[in-house]
């Protein structure tokens, strides 16, 4: 089978083209535009595969799509391309929105005009997978605002309610992605994943930025009390299960996909400094550098994934707990610096995001 995966040169889409190539006989086409999250570094161990090729190409450029279907001709797709820091969002939301909007719509029209030629057998057994996130649903009671609350997860049927213009992005790119296979008959699949992380993830995330940041002896900032609940999922983990789905997920249904992990951004935090100070004790305590800070704007309180049904359908369980993932994680930073000093273009440099005057009309 022939994968085209777009956003390949990000953080998920590049552990999904490791998993491809190192783990199965299929054939990757990646294509990426390389925003300033997108970085070929992280794909380093299978460039020189018979079975990988790279395309750098804009999900929003029509014409260049079209021919890098009719060249390479895919069985499926796993559309991964995406802005995707909540944050920057705040700042600028018009990247979101063509990236996220208007580029899963392209592909969607370029696909459906490719998939509608295909020889019947070939069109039986394309895909169109959409790989989204779990901020679509907005966020769940926190257990510290109620009394005796139920425990309640995210589901495939919970309503959508997103909260940053991230999210919303997202949000509408899920609703498009079904509805042409409604209209068009497209076959689609759809997953809704928890917060990842793992090795080559572009350090404006939070587990990167206190890993790095605590090295330098710097602050570790914490949006308000750093009571935020997240349910964290190694990008392994993750991207195994999306494999499970494109080949073998029935077309039409949503899979949502957890790590079944938890935690507090502070509890996070803490984790990180004391693994820190196990691998690479320094003259500072590195819970000294914790340092809170104003809460984002719209900050959803608590996310948590129910990933049953993947389990019971498909068979995926994640391999990593939160408690051996995130020290797989820190060593690999630990023994990655130079990867994170190169990735890191100049535009960026570990400065808080998302506290610009947005109130301000700046049309």
């Not at 089978?1 to 190192?22: E, Y």
């Not at 914490?222 to 997920?249: C, N, P, S």
């Not at 550098?289 to 990933?307: F, M, N, Q, S, W």
């Amino acid at each position: 089978m022939k994968l085209l995966v777009t956003g390949g040169a990000g953080f998920i889409g590049s552990a999904v083209i490791r998993h491809l190539i190192q783990h199965t006989s299929d054939s990757v086409v990646n294509v990426d535009k390389l925003t300033y999250a997108g970085n070929l570094e992280s794909l380093e161990s299978v460039v020189t595969s018979t079975r990988y090729r790279f395309e750098q190409v804009d999900i929003c450029n029509r014409e260049e799509l079209r021919r890098v279907f009719v060249e390479h001709q895919p069985d499926a797709i796993m559309h991964l391309a995406a802005e995707s820091h909540v944050d920057r969002s705040i700042d600028g939301p018009g990247a979101f929105i063509e990236t996220n909007i208007v580029g899963t719509y392209t592909l969607l029209e370029i696909c459906r005009s490719y998939w509608a030629d295909l020889p019947s057998e070939r069109k039986n057994a394309f895909r169109f997978h959409h790989i989204s996130t779990d901020e679509v649903f907005g966020d769940l009671p926190h257990p510290a605002d109620f009394d005796n609350a139920p425990e309640q997860l995210f589901t495939e049927q919970t309503p959508y309610a997103p909260s940053s213009p991230y999210s919303a992005s997202k949000a509408s790119s899920d609703h498009l992605v079904r509805s042409w296979m409604r209209t068009y008959g497209l076959p689609v699949l759809i997953t809704n994943c928890s917060n990842n992380y793992g090795p080559y993830h572009f350090p404006e995330k939070l587990i990167p930025l206190v890993i790095l940041n605590a090295l330098e002896g710097k602050p570790l900032p914490v949006y308000g009390k750093g009571d935020q609940i997240r349910d964290w999922l190694y990008v392994e983990d993750h991207a195994r299960a999306l494999y499970k789905v494109v080949t073998e997920g029935k077309v039409g249904e949503t899979y949502n996909i957890g790590g079944h992990n938890e935690k507090q951004n502070i509890e996070v935090i803490h984790t990180l400094c004391d693994i820190l100070q196990d691998l690479a004790p320094g003259h500072i305590q590195y819970r000294d550098l914790i340092t809170e800070v104003k809460d984002r704007p719209g900050h959803d309180r608590r996310y948590a994934i129910d990933a049953g049904k993947i389990g019971r359908e498909l068979g995926w369980q994640p391999a990593e707990t939160f408690e051996s993932g995130i020290r797989k994680t820190v060593q690999w930073y630990l023994d990655n610096l130079q990867w994170c000093r190169r990735v890191q273009d100049g535009s960026y440099q570990r400065e808080r995001l998302g506290v610009s005057d947005y109130s301000k009309d700046k049309l």
